[in-house]
């Protein structure tokens, strides 16, 4: 509202200098251009917040993925560990076997 209480005297002034036409177009794209600026700047912030909740279901959802790529790496982990200790759980019987009919 003070910017208009503003700008009615520099209108005002303007017009008694007479400004050459090029100076009038000039002051009315600036006027335009911080006219479509605070209307954009008004749909910003009336929409902010249905854009903040929909990037927080995408960070939900990016975490829930890497949470499930992590529980897989660990499953196929654990089961190469076990695949591993069968093995060695084998040889290590049939040693003992050998070295008790050695012995």
Known sequence: METVQELIPLVKEMMA??????LVKLYLVGGVLALLGVVLGLMETVCSPFTAASRLREEDAALAALRAVRERRALQAEA???KDKQPDAILCSRALANRQHAS
């Open 17 to 22: 200098q007479k400004p050459s036409g090029k």
């Open 80 to 82: 190469l560990r076990e």
